[in-house]
């Protein structure tokens, strides 16, 4: 099948889950835990444990959680080997507190270690992407990288616009890349649309195409997603969840599996409805990447 190439951020992850309401300014009980993240890397880890290759690019400090990130992500089967290792730099990281219901109460996110990802960087990595089978941009990468590796890689393009501010920073060349995904903030916000119902979600996915794109993918959360390409549009109903545990995570490996299924041949409905499995089998374990993640289970799941 050959394998996708993942451009964009790797961090380590700080995550708080309070066990009682939350008090501003106080000391909270709950707990604490640390793992590799990065949404990039997140949903590339997704997409090795289904099995696929990866390769992923990064910025990473040669410090212990550089060191994490690498040897976690190795040991999934993720080649690290194409990564930029900045020496003397701290590693990205993202600190998230959750409130008792398992939703994201502040974070605060230092990942200024992805804008070393010039566009010099990834010219010596261009053999690299242009032998892939897909390359995955993260929209955090700094916009001259994105203009270059657009401008020169032929494979299909991927890319989640990720939040409000950097979708609108990206808007101008969306339509460069084969397949866009956006949740539907996101999405109303680079279309300028204001409605959610399936109407609007039919203009928003019209006027994304309309800038050149070949698919654009919207989460919609417990609703599903919407998604619409040359030749069919329309929602596709999430699978319920008995109990989130977190929701973090649930956007990128919904996008590593409908990548996954795309790249092996199946129908776009298809692999939007394997998505949809993977990302409820992540919603039920309270890291961004459900250890547990299975082919088996998920084929179970979706079909």
Not at 40 to 55: D, F, I, M, P, W
Not at 115 to 132: D, I, W
Request: aromatic residues 6%; hydrophobic residues 45%; proline residues 4%.
């Amino acid at each position: 099948m050959g394998y996708v190439v993942y451009i964009g951020a790797a961090n380590v992850d700080i995550t708080g889950f309070a066990t009682g309401d939350l008090i501003p300014r106080n000391s909270n009980p709950g707990k604490i835990r640390l793992y590799s993240g990065g949404g990039a890397r997140n949903s590339a880890e997704c997409y090795a444990r289904l099995g696929g290759e990866v390769k992923f690019i990064g910025a990473i400090g040669d410090d212990a959680f550089g060191q994490k990130l690498v040897q976690d992500s190795q040991a999934v089967g993720i080649d690290m080997s194409h990564c930029l290792t900045v020496p003397g730099a701290m590693s990205s990281a993202y600190i998230a507190l959750m409130d008792e219901e398992r939703d994201m109460a502040v974070a605060l996110s230092d990942v200024e270690l992805e804008q070393r990802l010039t566009p010099e960087f990834m010219a010596a990595k261009l053999p690299v992407l242009c032998g892939a089978r897909a390359v995955v941009l993260g929209s955090g990468l700094p916009m001259e990288t994105l203009e270059f590796v657009t401008q020169n890689c032929r494979v299909p393009l991927w890319i989640d616009t990720s939040s409000v501010s950097r979708g609108l920073a990206i808007r101008p060349i969306l339509g460069r890349f084969h397949t866009v995904k956006c949740n539907l903030l996101e999405a109303m916000a680079v279309t300028g649309e204001t409605a959610q119902d399936i109407a609007a979600l039919q203009r928003m996915a019209r006027a994304i195409l309309a800038m050149g794109c070949r698919r654009v993918l919207i989460t919609c959360g417990a609703r599903g997603a919407f998604c619409a390409d040359g030749e069919s549009i329309g929602m596709h109903p999430a699978i319920p969840v008995r109990r989130v545990q977190s929701a973090t995570g649930a956007g990128d490996s919904f996008f590593a599996g409908v990548l996954l299924w795309r790249e092996r041949g199946y129908s776009i409905q298809q692999s939007v409805r394997f998505g949809m499995a993977v990302a409820n089998l992540t919603i039920r374990s309270p890291l961004p990447v459900n250890p547990d993640l299975n082919l088996e289970e998920v084929l179970a799941l979706a079909f």
